[in-house]
């Protein structure tokens, strides 16, 4: 049988199994040493640690073929108070929609903690295990192991059973604590042959494959062997997540397994992993894909005729009409998908539907009116991203259509009425695309170059007596800022005032908005209010831009092995004029800031004149995407960003000077 990976190690069959640790790796049998144990040597910082976590997958008979079992057995050492949160265990499975299903045979858990000379165990309750479902195809079974504190070792158990072959179940070694030792063994049978991907390092503590001894099965007439790979990794340092990244799954060190080819007892094989081409060739043909679209044409003439008028306009203005149409027509359910889940005739009639329901009716759309575009399927964010050397479906779960005009391409999407026509969500910008195309195999990058602006025009007016400023601001966002402002207050004047009285302000009068809904048009937010005033020593002190500019840096390791995403480049810029009350003077004036190059633009500038000082400042990152080289530049504009623009005004009277 074969076996492949995206690697070519050199020791695939060297044993090198020799272990730091000396701990039991086995269910229930607790060391001495592990309840003495206060620290992980290599993270003494580390809130716990994993001990051991032990995974193996294996091809088990059932009537109509073959499942896989898969078993999981993990350990962690608490160490303090936050550890405590890793006694809550989630463990997800997959139900496909029609009528297959994973399912959990067996969840156990068990928390160990020293008291007086003793160990005490205290076993999970099955009546506490709850079932949430987190959409369509996925549940979560979640419990909490009983009597965690510091210095607990908690451990806990289960099997899984799936019946779905092309993902053999994968393995993540690595945690957001440190790992001592991770092992996860498969065993194969001859009729999968199964593609792995390593990501996060390009070796093992230990690998072996070998036929497993002593136990022979059969199939019908045939008789074959186990054959049982082994996989290992020691001291795997903790996954620091930090801000400003795609989807932790595309960092963690795993490994992937996916189905390449099937060969059946009798002879017979099917191709699983194929080739680009013949990935577009399938899609196209496929009834909620390529053949959707056709049946959606026949509604978009429907549509053109009793619906849209597009005559004697031009091409850019045909595209907006139709997407701007499809935006206010239909509704999207909150489910991503590549393939369509209903009928055209069912979306048209009900009005709701997933992305691809949506997308793909909106590529019929513009198809039927001439325009030339073609659909792109695509991985949003958080579904990690496209491995591009391995021609497989799955790594997608959305489509969009990429519309050319003049030689001009852009992407849109029919989901978001708050986002222009010529926009796609923020959670579909990852990296890149693949081009649906019969003919060739085409990517098409999805990173934008378009800033997004967030500006703020501030006035402030000190009473001294009372303590109190009557402080208005105008926020004014473009792009995806605009967007994502509109998410958070979508516009309800009560989440507004909830929002601003959240951060910083003690009273509102006045909330304005304008163009909530003009896609294309910045969004304003006006209002007015009361802020307090800091005393101390008879001195006053103001925050020049309240607490709008950044108020911590959240990228705090000392190197970083992946991007900085900030998804879209964007600016913050900030105007404050701050009346300053009769007989009071500022006592100092912090020092003007500049600092501009290739990577980001910071300004900080301060004037005073007629009793009014006037700040003004910005800070813009020019790239959407920084690459770990960048990591400490930015790390320190940051921090920079943090420290200057939160700097505050000390005025004081001017007989106090």
């Not at 790796?25 to 640690?49: C, F, H, M, N, T």
């Not at 009546?127 to 369509?136: K, L, Q, R, S």
Request: hydrophobic residues 35%.
């Amino acid at each position: 049988m074969k076996f492949f990976t995206c690697f070519l190690f050199a020791f695939l069959f060297a044993v090198n199994f020799t272990f730091s640790q000396n701990y039991p790796k086995k269910w229930g049998r607790i060391s001495q040493k592990e309840v003495d144990l206060k620290a992980y040597e290599k993270d003494p910082e580390a809130e716990a640690v994993v001990l051991f976590d032990i995974g193996e997958s294996v091809f088990i008979d059932r009537e109509n073929g073959y499942n896989i079992q898969f078993t999981r057995t993990k350990r962690i050492k608490i160490f303090n108070r936050p550890g405590v949160e890793h006694a809550k265990i989630e463990i997800p499975f997959y139900v496909d929609g029609y009528g297959k299903t994973e399912i959990l045979r067996t969840i156990e858990a068990i928390s160990y903690n020293f008291e007086n000379g003793k160990l005490i165990k205290s076993l999970l309750n099955k009546e506490n295990i709850y079932e949430e479902t987190v959409n369509d195809h996925w549940k979560v079974k979640k419990f909490v192991v009983p009597n965690v504190k510091e210095g607990t070792i908690i451990e806990y158990k289960f099997v899984l059973e799936t019946p779905f072959h092309f993902n053999l179940p994968d393995w993540v070694f690595q945690d957001v604590i440190p790992t001592m030792y991770s092992k996860y063994t498969v065993k194969m049978i001859p009729f999968y042959e199964y593609v792995f991907i390593v990501q996060g390092r390009n070796k093992f503590s230990y690998q072996n494959s070998e036929a497993e001894k002593g136990l022979n099965r059969r199939f019908g007439g045939l008789e074959f062997q186990n054959y049982v790979h082994t996989y290992v990794m020691e001291n795997v340092p903790a996954f620091k997540d930090e801000a400003y990244m795609t989807s932790a799954k595309d960092y963690l060190i795993k490994m992937d397994f996916q189905l390449a080819k099937f060969t059946s007892p009798r002879g017979s094989s099917n191709e699983i992993m194929t080739t680009w081409e013949d990935l577009n060739k399938s899609l196209l043909k496929h009834s909620n894909f390529g053949k959707y679209m056709k049946k959606s044409s026949k509604i978009a003439e429907q549509i053109f005729e009793a619906e849209l008028n597009l005559e004697s306009i031009d091409e850019e203005n045909k595209v907006k009409e139709i997407v701007n149409y499809v935006k206010s027509a239909y509704s999207w359910n909150g489910y991503n998908s590549k393939y369509a889940s209903k009928s055209p005739k069912e979306l048209s009639i009900q009005k709701t539907g997933n992305s691809a329901d949506i997308n793909l009716f909106l590529i019929a759309l513009l198809e039927t009116a001439g325009i030339n575009v073609d659909p792109i399927i695509i991985s949003t964010r958080n579904h990690g991203k496209i491995v591009a050397n391995y021609p497989f479906s799955h790594f997608f779960n959305y489509v969009i259509p990429m519309v050319e005009i003049n030689g001009n391409a852009y992407f849109t999407d029919g989901t978001d009425p708050l986002i222009a026509y010529n926009r796609i969500p923020p959670r579909c910008i990852n990296e890149k695309g693949l081009i649906v195309d019969e003919e060739e195999i085409k990517w098409a990058k999805l990173s934008t170059n378009i800033k997004s602006v967030n500006s703020r025009n501030i006035e402030i007016q000190i009473d001294p007596n009372s303590l109190i400023a009557q402080t208005s601001v105008t926020t004014y966002t473009t792009e995806f800022e605009s967007l994502h402002t509109k998410k958070v207050y979508n516009n309800d004047t009560t989440k507004i005032k909830n929002h601003i009285l959240e951060n910083g302000f003690e009273a509102l009068y006045k909330i304005k908005t304008l163009n909530f809904e003009k896609s294309s048009a910045p969004y304003i937010v006006a209002y007015e209010g009361e802020t307090k005033i800091e005393s101390i020593d008879n001195k006053l002190l103001i925050s020049p831009f309240l607490n709008f500019p950044l108020q911590e840096n959240k990228l705090t390791q000392k190197s970083r092995s992946f991007p900085v995403d900030f998804v879209y480049p964007k600016s913050e810029t900030f105007k404050s004029t701050i009346s300053i009350p009769d007989n009071y003077l500022v006592v100092d004036f912090p020092e003007r800031f500049e600092m501009k190059n290739d990577l980001a633009v910071i300004t900080l500038d301060y004037s005073f004149k007629d009793n009014v000082v006037t700040v003004v400042g910005e800070y813009s990152f020019k790239k959407a995407v920084y690459q770990p080289n960048e990591y400490t530049r930015i790390k320190q504009y940051l921090n920079a960003i943090v420290r200057k623009f939160n700097t505050q005004l000390i005025i004081t009277k001017s007989e106090e000077i």
